[in-house]
Every structure is written in structure tokens, then in C-alpha cells.
């Protein structure tokens, strides 16, 4: 079990440019979501998956935000056009199916977004 | 839509003393509940969780937590903290009744340790 993994751990962009972020997640794990945390506030949910799915999107998420998980595996999250708004540390966890023993989120150690 | 409430957003707690971060969540049916922890410069981890039976769970690190319906609560409690509970703490809610998968978070409450 090597734990959640992000990559980058940090990006600095500028507004207007396109960003990608990559989650993998614990291998046998088959639930990934994203979420979003700015400073003072918990963890924002953004996005679920089951398997490639995409099963659950925030309504408050903007249309220039997308994820994806092409073969159940690995995420990425796109953020097209930049703003400063969309600063924050994006984080991913993943889960095991169904089960009381799975109701535990692993997260990942996040990628920290600046806008300038 | 559920919600959970963090009142505190600041505890100092001297070290060996008791202390309880308070939770409150938006009433539901049936709801899951989660205490997760953040030490610095880590990911956030699980403490501990209620998902039904006995309404008082104890989680790692000798923390425990009741969760109370009728008061729609969820507080967490250390009878002794160590300089090492040092962290921020987050209450989270899962509202299945509902069809979603999401954890919903607090704020959290940042737990400081005073020597």
C-alpha cells in the first residue's frame, strides 16, 4: 500500500492557462474523489468516481473544471482559463467499495494551485 | 442540503488536560459520521467513524466520539491531550439517504497544544 498519490505537489500558473493535475490512487481502491481546500475552510467536494464512471459533480463546479478516469485507474483533473479564484490545494482520496470497513477516505498529500 | 457545523475554529488546550472539538451536522434519516485529522504538512487521516449501533465510538490516538441524534451532535473528546494531538480536525457527514457518495466537511477546528 503505497498511499494516494499527486502529482505535482505544487504549480504556479498564470491566469488564463490550462492546468492538469494526476491522482493515483491506492491500487485496489475503486472510489476516487477530488476535492478542493482553501485556507480556513474544509474540504470542498468536487467530483466522485466508481471505476471510470463519474458518477457525482458538484453543482457548484464552474464548466471550465474536468476530470477524468480513463481505465479506472489514475485521475486528472483539468482546470481551463485560470483564475485567481481557483487557488487552492486540490486534494484526491480514494476508497474501497461498499462496506463499513471502507467507509475510510485515504487522501493524497494534495497539489497546492496558485493563480497569479 | 446537509451541512456540518464546526463552531470552534480555535482550541488552545493545555497538555494531560480533557478537551471536546464540537460537531453539530443538518438533521437526515440516516447519516455517517467521520472525525478526520490533519497534522501539519500531512494528509488528512481518519480518527474515527459512527455509521450506526452504539452511539459512542473511540477511534486511534485514544480520542472517542458520541454521537447524539436528537441534538443532531457529534463531539469529539480526549480525556488527556499530548503536545502531539497538535492538528487540525475535521467533522464530515455522508448523507447515503439521499443518493450521494459525498462527504460533506466542516471548517475545521485547529486544536493547538500548549506545553
Known amino acids: 500500500d503505497t498511499g494516494v498519490s499527486q502529482d505535482p505537489r505544487h504549480k504556479i500558473t498564470k491566469r488564463g492557462q490550462n492546468v492538469t493535475f494526476r491522482c493515483d490512487p491506492i491500487?485496489?481502491?475503486?472510489?476516487l474523489y477530488w476535492y478542493r481546500q482553501t485556507l480556513g475552510q474544509g474540504p470542498e467536494f468536487l467530483t466522485y468516481f466508481q471505476n471510470e464512471a463519474q458518477l457525482e459533480k458538484s453543482r457548484l463546479l464552474s464548466d471550465r473544471f474536468s476530470a477524468e478516469r480513463p481505465k479506472g485507474s489514475f485521475s486528472t483533473l483539468e482546470i481551463q482559463r485560470t483564475e485567481q479564484g481557483d487557488s487552492a490545494m486540490y486534494l484526491c482520496?480514494?476508497?474501497?467499495?461498499?462496506?463499513?470497513?471502507?467507509?475510510?477516505?485515504?487522501f493524497g498529500s494534495g497539489t497546492q494551485l496558485s493563480v497569479l | 442540503a446537509q451541512s456540518v457545523t464546526q463552531l470552534d475554529s480555535q482550541v488552545p488546550v493545555f497538555e494531560e488536560a480533557p478537551v471536546e472539538l464540537r460537531c453539530n451536522y443538518s438533521?437526515?434519516?440516516?447519516?455517517?459520521l467521520f472525525w478526520y485529522v490533519q497534522y501539519p504538512n500531512q494528509g488528512l487521516q481518519l480518527l474515527l467513524k459512527y455509521l450506526s449501533g452504539s452511539t459512542l465510538v473511540k477511534g486511534i490516538n485514544g480520542f472517542e466520539a458520541e454521537f447524539n441524534k436528537s441534538q443532531t451532535s457529534f463531539h469529539l473528546r480526549k480525556p488527556s491531550v499530548h503536545i502531539s494531538d497538535t492538528a487540525e480536525y475535521f467533522c464530515?457527514?455522508?448523507?447515503?439517504?439521499?443518493?450521494?457518495?459525498?462527504?460533506?466537511f466542516g471548517t475545521g477546528t485547529r486544536l493547538k497544544v500548549l506545553a
Open positions: 491500487s485496489e481502491h475503486n472510489r
Open positions: 464530515a457527514v455522508s448523507d447515503r439517504a439521499s443518493g450521494t457518495y459525498k462527504y460533506i
Open positions: 438533521s437526515s434519516v440516516s447519516v455517517y
Open positions: 482520496a480514494s476508497r474501497g467499495d461498499s462496506g463499513a470497513t471502507n467507509e475510510k477516505l485515504f
